[in-house]
C-alpha cells in the first residue's frame, strides 16, 4: 500500500511539471468516456434495466404477424380473438387487451384533448401496478351497460384538480358523457405502447371512439394484448398454446379477415418487445462510440510515449539503481490510470448533460425515455470503462520504455539520441490504427449524412412546407350520426379558409403516411362475397380540397368537389 501511494505522489509531480500534457490526455479521455457514458444511459434504460412492473420476466406482448416476416412490426387482434385467448389459454394466469384512445375533456376550464387509453379490467393487475389512490377496474365495469368509470394520470390530477384528495368519486366529462374518477395513476407509470403518457384509462376496448361496432363483430384488429405466463411456462411453451389457438379460431370462423392463415399470433417477452425497433439502432450508435473511446485511448497513448522517451535518462538511472522493471511498470500505469480517472470524472460530468439531453430527444420517439438517467449501474459503467482506457493507453507504452538498453541511454543523453527503432515502431502503429479507426467512423457519418440528404430530398408526393395541422376528436355522444359531424366540419373549414393568410384547408382521417383506418371493399368486377371475405384497404377520407391544400399534382380524373355529397354517386380516389 506504501508503494502504491508513493506512486500516486510521484505520478502528481510529473503532472505538475507537465500540466499541458496532463490536461490534454484528461480532455481527449473525458470525450470518450463521456459519449459512453451516455450512451450506455439509453442503453442501460432500453435494453438492461427491468421493466418497473411486478415479476417483469413473466409478462408478455401478444400480437399479429405475417408468416412471410414475423419480424415487421406488430399489428393488432380483433376482439373475438383477444376473447379466445382470454378464454381457453392454458399458459397465461391472466390476459389483457389495451389500444390508445382520445377523449374530449370538457366542464372545468378550457376544453382539451385527453391522450387516453382503453384497457381491460385486468390490465393493470397483470402488470402489478396499484393505483396510487382509490382502486382499479372490475369485471363488471367493462362489459356493455357498465358504469362508465376511468383512472386519471397523477399529471391530470394535478393540472386540472390541484392535487385534491377527493377527487375520487368526482364525476368528469369526457366526449359529453360523464365518466366517474375511481383512481389515479402512479406518478412514474409508463406502458411505450400506449404512448410517452396518457392522461385517462378507461376500460371496455370494444367502445373505442374510432371503431364502430359493426368492424368488431367484422374481425377488424385494433387491440394489443399483454399477458402473465403461468409459473413454469416459457414463451416458446405459451407460442405453442397460440398456434393451437389459431387453429381453432381458422376451423371456427373460416370467413373472418383475421382467420388468414397467413396470420400468426405471435407471444414475446414485453420488455424485448418493447425495444425491437430500437435495438439494432442502440446497439450501432454504442459501437459507434466505443470506437470514440479507442481513438482516444490511441491518441493518449501516443502522447505518453512521447512523453516517456524524455523520461528515457530518468528509467535508465533508476533502473541503474535497482529499480525493477515491474516497479517501473507499476508506476507507468499508476501515472495512466490517474489520468484515465480524471478524464472518467470529467467524462460523468459531461455525460450527465448529455443525457439530460438525449433524454428530452428521445421523448415521444423511444421507447422507456422516461427512465434514461445516470444511476449507479451507469457511474459503476464510467468507473470500469476509466479503468479499462487506463490500462488500453498505458500499457503498451509502459512496456516500451520499461526495458531501456542503459549503455546506450546513458552514453548517448545529451547528443541528439532518437526514439530507436522499437519505439518509432509502436508511435507508427498508433498513428495507423488511429488512421483506421477514424476512417471506419468517417465512412459511417458519410453514409449517414448521405442517406439523410436523400430523404431529405425525396418527394413524398405533397409539399408540407407552410403547412399546419390540428387534430380533433368529435364527441359521440353530441355527434352521433354523420350529418351532424358533417356540418361541423364544414362550418370549420369555412372559418379557418377565411382567416387572413390561410391559402386553403381541407379535413382529413390521418395525416400523410400515418393512415390508420381500414375498410373491406370489394373492388368492381369480383364475385359478390359476405363483408368478412372482403379484401381489406387502407382507408382515408378527406374533404373537398385535400389535394389542392396539401399541394398533391392529380395524375388522372379530378379531385372532390362539394357536390360530392351524400346525395351523389359514390366516388374515390386512388
Known amino acids: 500500500m506504501s508503494n502504491l501511494s508513493q506512486d500516486v505522489r510521484f505520478?502528481?509531480?510529473?503532472?505538475?511539471r507537465a500540466p499541458g500534457f496532463a490536461a490534454a490526455a484528461v480532455l481527449t479521455l473525458a470525450v470518450g468516456i463521456g459519449a459512453n457514458t451516455s450512451i450506455f444511459s439509453v442503453a442501460n434504460a432500453l435494453l438492461l434495466r427491468p421493466l418497473p412492473y411486478r415479476e417483469p420476466g413473466r409478462l408478455v406482448l401478444i400480437d399479429a404477424r405475417r408468416k412471410s416476416d414475423p419480424h415487421l412490426n406488430q399489428g393488432p387482434l380483433s376482439v373475438p380473438r383477444f376473447e379466445q385467448v382470454e378464454q381457453r389459454n392454458r399458459s397465461f394466469g391472466a390476459v389483457a387487451a389495451f389500444t390508445p384512445e382520445v377523449f374530449n375533456l370538457t366542464g372545468r376550464g378550457d376544453p382539451e384533448q385527453i391522450p387516453a387509453a382503453r384497457v381491460s379490467w385486468?390490465?393493470?393487475?397483470?402488470?402489478?401496478?396499484?393505483p396510487a389512490m382509490g382502486r382499479g377496474f372490475r369485471a363488471e365495469e367493462d362489459k356493455p351497460g357498465g358504469d362508465l368509470v376511468v383512472m386519471i394520470s397523477d399529471g391530470l390530477w394535478q393540472?386540472?384538480?390541484?392535487?385534491?384528495?377527493?377527487?375520487?368519486?368526482?364525476?368528469?366529462?369526457?366526449?359529453?358523457?360523464d365518466y366517474t374518477i375511481i383512481g389515479v395513476l402512479p406518478a412514474d407509470f409508463r406502458f411505450a405502447f400506449l404512448g410517452p403518457a396518457i392522461d385517462i384509462v378507461s376500460?371496455?376496448?370494444?367502445?373505442?371512439?374510432?371503431?364502430?361496432?359493426?368492424?368488431?363483430q367484422a374481425g377488424v384488429g385494433f387491440l394489443n394484448l399483454v399477458a402473465r405466463l403461468h409459473d413454469g411456462v416459457s414463451v416458446a411453451a405459451a407460442q405453442a398454446d397460440l398456434d393451437r389457438l389459431?387453429?381453432?379460431?381458422?376451423?371456427?370462423?373460416p370467413k373472418m379477415p383475421d382467420a388468414d392463415p397467413g396470420l400468426v399470433v405471435h407471444a414475446g417477452n414485453l420488455r424485448d418487445e418493447m425495444v425491437s425497433g430500437v435495438r439494432t439502432a442502440v446497439l450501432v450508435l454504442f459501437g459507434g462510440v466505443s470506437l470514440v473511446l479507442l481513438i482516444a485511448c490511441a491518441n493518449v497513448a501516443s502522447l505518453l510515449l512521447s512523453r516517456a522517451l524524455g523520461r528515457k535518462r530518468e528509467i535508465a538511472v533508476r533502473m541503474a539503481v535497482g529499480a525493477t522493471r515491474g516497479a517501473l511498470i507499476r508506476q507507468l500505469l499508476t501515472e495512466s490510470l490517474i489520468l484515465a480517472l480524471l478524464g472518467g470524472v470529467l467524462g460523468a460530468l459531461l455525460s450527465s448533460w448529455g443525457t439530460r439531453a438525449l433524454a428530452g430527444l428521445a421523448q415521444g420517439t423511444l421507447p422507456r425515455a422516461a427512465e434514461i438517467r445516470t444511476d449507479s449501474g451507469v457511474l459503476l459503467f464510467t468507473l470500469g470503462t476509466s479503468v479499462f482506457a487506463g490500462f488500453v493507453f498505458g500499457l503498451m507504452p509502459a512496456l516500451q520504455v520499461s526495458r531501456p538498453d542503459l549503455n546506450m541511454v546513458l552514453r548517448t543523453e545529451g547528443r541528439g539520441a532518437t526514439g530507436g527503432r522499437r519505439h518509432n515502431a509502436l508511435r507508427n502503429l498508433l498513428v495507423v490504427s488511429q488512421v483506421a479507426l477514424s476512417t471506419v467512423l468517417l465512412i459511417a457519418c458519410g453514409l449517414l449524412v448521405r442517406n439523410f440528404v436523400q430523404l431529405s430530398a425525396a418527394s413524398p408526393g405533397f409539399d408540407p412546407y407552410r403547412l399546419l395541422t390540428l387534430a380533433i376528436t368529435l364527441p359521440p355522444a353530441r355527434y352521433p350520426d354523420g350529418a351532424r359531424r358533417v356540418a361541423f366540419f364544414d362550418e370549420l373549414l369555412r372559418q379557418i379558409r377565411a382567416l387572413p393568410g390561410v391559402r386553403a384547408a381541407a379535413g382529413t382521417t390521418a395525416l400523410p403516411v400515418h393512415a390508420v383506418r381500414f375498410s373491406m371493399a370489394l373492388p368492381e368486377g369480383q364475385p359478390m362475397v359476405p363483408l368478412a371475405e372482403r379484401p381489406m384497404f387502407n382507408i382515408q377520407q378527406?374533404?373537398?380540397?385535400?389535394?389542392?391544400?396539401?399541394?398533391?399534382?392529380?395524375?388522372?380524373?379530378?379531385?372532390?368537389?362539394?357536390?360530392?355529397?351524400?346525395?351523389?354517386?359514390?366516388?374515390?380516389?386512388?
Open 159 to 177: 393540472r386540472r384538480f390541484a392535487r385534491d384528495a377527493g377527487v375520487i368519486g368526482r364525476a368528469i366529462t369526457l366526449d359529453s358523457r
Open 122 to 130: 385486468r390490465f393493470f393487475e397483470i402488470l402489478g401496478v396499484p
Open 246 to 253: 389459431s387453429a381453432q379460431y381458422r376451423a371456427e370462423n
Open 203 to 216: 376500460p371496455r376496448v370494444f367502445e373505442l371512439n374510432a371503431v364502430n361496432p359493426g368492424m368488431v
Open 542 to 574: 378527406v374533404t373537398p380540397g385535400y389535394a389542392a391544400a396539401m399541394r398533391i399534382p392529380k395524375r388522372y380524373g379530378r379531385e372532390f368537389t362539394g357536390g360530392d355529397d351524400a346525395q351523389a354517386p359514390r366516388v374515390v380516389m386512388v
Open 11 to 16: 505520478a502528481l509531480r510529473v503532472f505538475q
